[in-house]
């Protein structure tokens, strides 16, 4: 045991001194590559940089190329302190540089044209049901701005520029009742002719000759009498012209009492009042269903617009037109009453309303030979009237046994046969007759007969400074504009003519539509709880870039008793079909040029994006001089705009003499637009 014992202790004693022999050597190595370590590391030794990269690199994939090397700054001292204070800047500069260097991405590919938008349900099908969630409420005020961008045109160079505008002038007192394109002589005196009525269209001031003055108001104006009772009187003061009154005071069109006008409510052809006028018609065809069935009307060579007054209360919206002729004020008393009316003439060129626009058109004694030149004049009433529509003529070739007014009366029915036309009722002195609902009669018609259809690439919507055409608007094919609902449903539903709007837009247009009348909906909801729109007596209403008509929508939902003129810019997309087909009225305009109404004609005007987009095509500050001379004393508007433009807007309100407000929007200070709340004041000094 002891023998064993010991040669185990001999066999632990040579293992220990092996082991003091290895750490001893790993011992020595290690102060070795210490001593190695701290030499290179020493501050006045040379760096030994193992990833180095080209003074030039080329964009590679992946973006870094790395290689194993020698140091460039091998015979150079290194200060190591500025080194790492710049090598943060060092690497921006870099990557700026690489930036720049690499090309811009190819745009992406232009989509293709869409046929019919919608969503497509859980079986892939196309389908318009559903719902809107959240939206982004700057697709909606941006609808028809393409993908412009917006500039700041308050700031150079970071440094907010402040626009000043001298205070503008009164105009003299002859220009109290000016209409700018209507008015102009200079150019009427220039026509080759005025035999079809050429004077009475419009005929604007060449640039440099734009209004450059602020309307007055005539001496003693006074706030217009408010709805309802403007119907029947207004005063004198206002539209201090009696020569209508005394050339029509026999047919019950309007009298003098006092200092008011008095509205009995009769007409040439309905002395007896519009009210027992309106019953007849009915009584003849029931199917008219005023206020359902009937929503919007036309009264052509309107008076002062006692029809459409009076169908105001059957829920019939009328827009009632007239030239500017020998009886001129009658346009200016129908806006005075507040009802809805614009000066415009049956004569050489489209009124500024889409195809199908209108539900049932009016004469009554309208002084308008329907049958010249080939009933040219009656095809632009077919062209407006609603395909299922009524046209009511009244007039004494309907009922008077004269040689020539018998004449009168069998070219008229040729012509409304020869345009498919189906005399529904005749009786007493009226005449009503209703267009068909598609083109399946007008294809059966005999070879060569007049007047033909129009070619099919006629588009029956463009109407700015259009000529009149002698033949006959198509139909849709799809039976778009004919399959309306009634009212008031009509308002809130989407039309099938609304996916005929040329807008870009890569959502569905149903869906735009239904966001815009929600947008409105909440702005218009804030305006009367906040603003008490509710309390300011507004009844005529002006939108300036009415879009799918979402903000006359909205008023009317909230039950404001006001009516609103939806205007469509030429600039933008063409929605004045889809409007008409909500049950609302509009037209459409260029605001580069002058409005066709008279001085004081509306209680607020809004103006929604308008100005960013005009302002590259107009000059900015004859649009607000135009809204001063359209808009009634103590009249209100409202702009929404892009902070680029709204302090602009905000001087040149000033200038033109208004008080002016700027607002932060709902959504805050940081929104990207404000509101420019301006009231114009009763007096100007």
């Known amino acids: 045991m002891q023998g064993i014992i010991g040669n185990g202790g001999a066999a632990s004693e040579t293992f220990k001194s092996t082991a003091l022999i290895k750490f001893s050597g790993f011992f020595l190595i290690s102060v070795v590559f210490f001593y190695l370590g701290k030499h290179f590391s020493d501050g006045s030794a040379l760096q030994l940089v193992f990833f180095s990269s080209h003074q030039n690199p080329q964009p590679q994939t992946p973006p870094y190329s790395s ?37 811009s991405p190819p745009p992406p590919p232009t989509p293709p044209a869409l046929q019919r938008m919608g969503v497509i349900d859980e079986d892939g099908r196309m389908t318009e049901d559903f719902e809107v969630g959240e939206y982004d409420p700057e697709s909606v005020e941006n609808l028809g701005r393409g993908n412009e961008s917006v500039r700041d045109g308050n700031r150079s160079n970071g440094v907010r520029v402040r626009v000043r505008v001298e205070k503008f002038p009164k105009c003299g007192d002859s220009m109290r009742e000016y209409i700018p394109c209507l008015d102009n002589e200079e150019a009427i005196k220039k026509l080759n002719s005025t035999e079809k009525g050429e004077k009475f269209e419009r005929h604007c001031p060449e640039k440099g000759n734009e209004l450059n003055c602020v309307i007055p108001a005539p001496e003693g104006y006074k706030t217009p009498i408010p709805w309802p009772r403007s119907r029947d009187e207004v005063w004198f003061s206002n539209v201090p012209h ?11 069109w309007i009298t003098v009492y006092k200092d008011k006008f008095k509205f009995p409510g009769g007409g040439t052809q309905f002395i007896h009042g519009a009210d027992e006028y309106l019953n007849q018609i009915e009584k ?4 008219i269903g005023f206020g359902r069935h009937t929503r919007v009307a036309l009264d052509v060579g309107c008076g002062v617009a006692s029809f459409g007054a009076y169908l105001l209360s059957r829920n019939v919206i009328t827009l009632s037109v007239a030239p500017k002729d020998v009886h001129e004020n009658q346009i200016q008393f129908a806006l005075e009453r507040g009802v809805p009316a614009m000066v415009a003439a049956f004569a050489t060129r489209r009124l500024l309303y889409p195809s199908q626009a209108f539900d049932f058109i009016h004469c009554s004694r309208c002084r308008i030979n329907w049958t010249r030149d080939d009933g040219i004049l009656l095809l632009e009433v077919n062209r407006m009237l609603r395909a299922g529509g009524y046209f009511a003529w009244a007039a004494q070739p309907v009922y008077k046994h004269e040689a020539v007014l018998e004449e009168q009366w069998e070219e008229m029915v040729n012509l409304t046969n020869r345009l498919c036309w189906t005399l529904v009722k005749k009786e007493g002195y009226i005449a009503i007759w209703q267009k068909p609902l598609n083109n399946s009669c007008y294809l059966k018609r005999e070879e060569g007969v007049k007047p033909p259809l129009c070619e099919p690439d006629d588009d029956p919507d463009r109407v700015w400074y259009v000529d009149l055409k002698a033949c006959i608007s198509r139909l849709p094919e799809e039976g778009y504009g004919s399959n309306v609902t009634y009212w008031p449903e009509r308002l809130q539903n989407p039309p099938d003519r609304l996916q005929t709007i040329q807008i870009d837009a890569y959502i569905s247009r149903t869906e735009l539509f239904i966001a815009e009348s929600r947008y409105w909906k909440e702005i218009i ?5 906040i603003l008490r729109w509710n309390t300011l007596n507004l009844r005529n209403v002006l939108d300036m870039r009415a879009g799918f008509g979402g903000f006359a ?13 939806n205007v469509v810019p030429v600039s933008g997309p063409n929605t004045l079909p889809v409007i008409y087909d909500r049950g609302l009225i509009g037209v459409m305009h260029d605001w580069c040029e002058p409005f066709d109404t008279y001085p004081r004609t509306y209680d607020l005007i809004h103006a929604a994006g308008l100005f960013s987009i005009e302002r590259k095509r107009c000059n900015i500050t004859t649009i607000m001089l135009e809204m001063d001379r359209i808009l009634r004393p103590g009249g209100r508007v409202y702009i929404r705009e892009s902070l680029s433009i709204v302090e602009e807007l905000e001087e040149i309100g000033r200038a033109v003499g208004w008080h002016v407000s700027l607002r932060d929007p709902s959504q805050g200070p940081h929104a990207s637009y404000r509101i420019l709340a301006c009231d114009k004041p009763f007096t100007r000094d």
């Open 67 to 103: 290689a194993v090397a020698l140091s460039p700054n091998i015979n150079t001292t290194v200060d190591v302190t500025p080194l790492i204070n710049n090598i943060v800047s060092s690497q921006a500069s870099t990557n700026q540089q690489q930036t720049s260097s690499s090309a």
């Open 242 to 252: 009696a020569r209508l009154a005394e050339d029509k005071g026999g047919q019950n």
């Open 284 to 287: 003849m065809i029931p199917e």
């Open 525 to 529: 909801d804030g305006y009367i709880r």
């Open 553 to 565: 929508a909205a008023l009317a939902e909230n039950h404001l008793d006001c009516w609103v003129l």
